[in-house]
């Protein structure tokens, strides 16, 4: 677990999450986003082992060696982690990060509003140097692009600094995720409880009813959080 007393920056509307809850938000393996965030090594036949480095800068420092990341850098796992679901090689995604960051000035451009429409020109401007297997749809059909990211883009809120709201379920339920709010975890609207208590309410108690009158809420409510909480089991 993350000490917050220890951080050296502000926390307040940044969000904070360990490598485990990341992964098990996004749907990946915690060995997998440890990678992605951190790099690893690998061996070569030419000088016996390579380094890849981290996909992207984080917003928060690692504190006594252990590793925690904001709501941006959620959100920029989650499409990384779509674009590898797709069959997009890392190399790739890199480079693209890579330019839309300089294009952008942004470390975080996969949350940026501008991503969503102008994407598929920063990976087509990629492919020219690389294998085109490499991007797949993304620079062979126009639809490509929006295909792989749409399902994710609709159930963003965006904000002048990027990606503001995460409505994991879609935006006709009540499950959302906010860096402003219970430090970005997943809370019930507009109630704001954090999916997780109302989780455990319910398999201590076994009633939906029940737990809703605790929280004075809507079994609706209740139903919404248990389906996100049973839908992200690791």
């Given at each position: ?6 951080a ?32 690893y ?77 102008d994407?598929?020109?920063i ?6 140097g ?15 692009f ?32 906010d ?5 970005g975890?997943?809370?019930v ?46």
């Amino acid at each position: 677990m993350i000490d917050m007393a220890t951080a050296s920056v502000p926390l307040a509307g940044v969000g904070i999450y360990t490598v485990k809850e990341a992964a098990r938000l996004v749907g990946a393996k915690g060995i997998t986003v440890s990678r992605w965030l951190r790099g690893y090594r690998f061996p070569t036949r030419r000088s016996g082992q390579g380094q890849s480095p981290p996909l992207f800068c984080t917003e928060l420092p690692e504190v006594e060696g252990k590793l925690a990341i904001g709501f941006l850098d959620l959100i920029e796992l989650l499409f990384i982690k779509a674009f590898r679901t797709e069959g997009v090689s890392l190399p790739t995604i890199r480079l693209a990060a890579r330019k839309a960051a300089k294009k952008w000035n942004n470390n975080h451009p996969f949350c940026l509003k501008r991503f969503a429409t102008d994407g598929r020109t920063i990976f087509a401007t990629v492919a020219d140097g690389l294998d085109r297997d490499h991007v797949l749809e993304l620079t062979r059909s126009q639809l490509g692009f929006k295909t792989i990211l749409n399902p994710y883009l609709k159930n963003m809120d965006y904000s002048k600094l990027g990606v503001g709201r995460w409505w994991p379920l879609g935006k006709d339920r009540v499950v959302f995720l906010d860096p402003r709010i219970a430090f970005g975890k997943p809370v019930v609207a507009p109630h704001n409880v954090p999916t997780e208590s109302i989780w455990d309410a319910v398999r201590a108690n076994g009633s939906l009813s029940e737990v809703a009158k605790w929280f004075d809420m809507p079994a609706s409510e209740v139903q919404a959080a248990v389906d996100f909480e049973t839908s992200r089991v690791a």
